[in-house]
């Protein structure tokens, strides 16, 4: 059996998905055969939740419809923001969303319904509730109150407007429209299979995106960017780079936003953030982070072979627009419930119990001996 084992399941197919498509040879991803590289210049988030949910592009009338839905669901249960503001202010946001996520469920009229009608439902409240949950404690944590969302904004500028309580620029809805269909799925990345494992029991739709916030959570899925922010503040200067991360090299640290375990090229993604975070960083007069991250993936390029993913430049286009780097990963989540919530109906459309094995390797002949005997 030994030789079966793929530690952290490297490169085991488990089922096949009509879902996401990356060639990381070529460095492509696809949502439903549609390239990334075309979503982001002629579509927005909102058409590729539809895309991702229904499996095909919407006509204008049910692109309209789906809008309207996703508008219309945003706000919270009062009782839901009574259950934020009795949070420790020093909850982490990641924490709060996994929290809200779950508690939603108790609020939810299909909470008990998992048909496949109900499930879209819900997916459309959560997909609608989760940025108001998010900027709702960004306020609450500051000793503010929310900021109402306002049904005329899209979802990326809703978002935005509810976080500082100011409509964004037309660059900033832009920037953060096309980080959202950037980052709205990625085949069985860590937080989806969690999603599917759970939704395989014929759990529902809450049930599968606490499981998947949760396994969002952890450094070494949803939380990059943030730390390549860290690096950021530290070499504080464009000037500084090239020494910084030539030091860093020698020293055999890890850059954060370099390298992937699917592509062997540069990430498709980060291209479309690094120049959304260039454009964002000349117009409020701040082009150091571009600066230095351009310098950084210069010299990690050139030396170790390695490429720029996600993770390089989001966390400056979301720091540029004043956005506090612990809501990073909850920014991450608000993005891949379309694709969570795309999984889960697909999970129980072709569903089988996913429960694998472990070889055991602990004793076999142990003999139990009473405890006052121990
Ligand atoms: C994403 C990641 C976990 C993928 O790792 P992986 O497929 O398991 O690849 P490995 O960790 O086995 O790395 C392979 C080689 O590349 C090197 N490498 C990979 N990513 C590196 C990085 N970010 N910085 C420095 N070296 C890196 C490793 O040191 C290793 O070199 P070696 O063969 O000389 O030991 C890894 O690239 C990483 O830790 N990146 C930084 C964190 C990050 O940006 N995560 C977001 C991913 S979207």
């Known amino acids: 059996m030994t030789d079966l084992i793929k530690a952290g399941l490297e490169d085991v197919v488990i089922s096949t998905s009509e879902i996401c ?64 503001k009795n949070l420790p202010r020093k909850t982490v946001p990641m924490e709060v969303l996994r929290t809200g996520v779950s508690a939603l469920s108790a609020f939810d009229p299909d909470e ?31 000793g503010k109150e929310p900021v109402a969302p306002n049904p005329r904004l899209g979802l990326a500028a809703n978002f935005l407007y509810m976080l500082s309580g100011r409509k964004p620029t037309e660059l900033e809805a832009k920037t953060f429209d096309v980080a959202l269909i950037l980052h709205a799925d990625h085949e069985y990345n860590a937080s989806t299979f969690a999603a599917r494992v759970t939704a395989a029991t014929l759990s529902d739709l809450h049930s599968a995106v606490t499981s998947a916030i949760g396994a969002l ?14 690096m950021v503040d530290q070499i504080k200067e464009p000037a500084r780079a090239e020494t910084w991360i030539r030091k860093a090299l020698a020293d055999k640290a890890r850059i954060m936003g370099f390298g992937h375990r699917v592509y062997r090229v540069e990430d498709p993604r980060a291209k479309h953030l690094r120049r959304l975070a260039a454009e964002l960083g000349r117009q409020a007069g701040n082009t150091a982070y571009v600066g230095i991250l351009d310098t950084v993936a210069r010299v990690v390029t050139a ?43 697909e999970q129980h459309a072709h569903n089988r119990l996913i429960r694998p094995r472990a070889e055991y390797t602990g004793p076999t002949q142990a003999t139990y001996v009473p405890i006052s005997q121990r």
């Open 303 to 345: 030396e170790k072979h390695i490429y720029p993913n996600v993770d390089l430049y989001s966390g400056a286009a979301y720091a540029i627009m004043g956005i506090p780097a612990d809501q990073f990963t909850p920014i991450f989540a608000l993005s891949r419930i379309a694709g969570w919530a795309a999984h889960v109906l």
């Open 217 to 230: 959570k952890g450094p070494l899925h949803g939380g990059a960017n943030e730390q390549v922010m860290l």
């Open 21 to 84: 498509f990356i060639d990381g040879q070529q460095g492509r991803l696809l949502y439903r055969g549609y390239d990334i590289d075309d979503l982001v210049v002629h579509s927005t988030f909102e058409e590729v939740v539809y895309l991702l949910w229904y499996g095909a592009l919407p006509t204008r009338k049910e692109l309209d419809a789906h809008v309207k839905a996703l508008a219309a669901s945003r706000r919270l249960p009062a009782r839901l923001i009574g259950i934020l």
């Open 112 to 142: 008990r319904d998992n048909s496949r009608e109900a499930t879209l439902r819900k997916a459309i409240r959560l997909a609608a509730q989760m940025p108001t949950l998010v900027a709702a404690w960004e306020r609450i944590r500051r």
